[in-house]
């Protein structure tokens, strides 16, 4: 099964608004990233979060970390059009090299 | 620009055919990995090469093969694609000091027929 679980899974806001969504999992985690991911395209690397911090700034991107409550959030300020986009948590593995994502939330930003 | 390239981006094809999609990064990354995306089921890790020759399973290996006969490419081979290989793939890479930190390529939607 899937670690690291987002919600909601689907959001939809006016341009302005901000918009916020979590991620949850279940390992202890060194660190933890979004993505975006536009309609069936690549993945874009937003920011990073390491388990000492607990929020992280960039740009319009506002992330949080409670290492306690194993979650994370995501908050999109002054939304876009342009943010329309799937987004996604994910954390690292060493073992393996592996990224393990989350199911993601779509968010829908109407002009 | 540094880039991670796959080709080809989209690809129809019939069950039992053989096929190679290429990854290419221009970062020397030492780290390179292969997800399939499958609606409902999230990004998963097929494969993985921490460095030329060195390769392993990720967590859905069945059915694709890799190589890493150079530090640049990495490509994924599926020698009887099935249906249920239909997905969208993305190629990633990452630097040996900052392995977690991982560059996607553009992806590549496979059809089997």
């Known amino acids: 099964s899937q670690q690291g679980e987002e919600d909601p899974q689907a959001l939809s806001i006016q341009e302005g608004e901000n918009a916020t969504m979590n991620c949850s999992y279940k390992?202890?985690?060194?660190?933890l990233q979004w993505y975006r991911q536009n309609s069936g395209r690549g993945l874009v690397h937003l920011i990073l979060?390491?388990?000492?911090?607990r929020e992280k700034h960039s740009g319009r991107l506002r992330v949080t970390l409670d290492t306690s409550k194993k979650s994370s959030s995501l908050l999109i300020t002054a939304s876009r059009a342009a943010d329309t986009a799937s987004y996604f948590c994910?954390?690292?593995?060493?073992?393996?090299?592996?990224?393990?994502f989350g199911g993601g939330t779509r968010v829908l930003v109407k002009p | 620009e540094a880039q991670v390239t796959q080709n080809p981006r989209y690809l129809i094809t019939v069950t039992g055919k053989k096929l190679t999609v290429t990854c290419s990064q221009n970062?020397?990354?030492?780290?390179m990995s292969w997800y399939r995306q499958d609606p409902g089921l999230g990004l998963r890790q097929i494969y993985y090469?921490?460095?030329?020759?060195?390769?392993d399973k990720g967590d859905v290996p069945e059915g694709y093969k890799v190589s890493r006969k150079e530090k640049r490419n990495f490509p994924l081979i599926l020698e009887s694609p099935s249906p249920n290989q239909t997905s969208l793939y993305f190629c990633?890479?990452?630097?040996?000091?900052?392995?977690?930190?991982?560059?996607f390529g553009p992806g590549t939607r496979l059809t089997v027929l």
């Open positions: 990633a890479s990452s630097p040996r000091d900052r392995r977690d930190e991982q560059f």
């Open positions: 390992t202890s985690i060194n660190n």
């Open positions: 979060i390491r388990s000492n911090e």
């Open positions: 994910a954390h690292y593995k060493a073992a393996g090299n592996k990224l393990t």
């Open positions: 970062m020397n990354h030492e780290y």
């Open positions: 090469s921490m460095n030329v020759e060195v390769t």
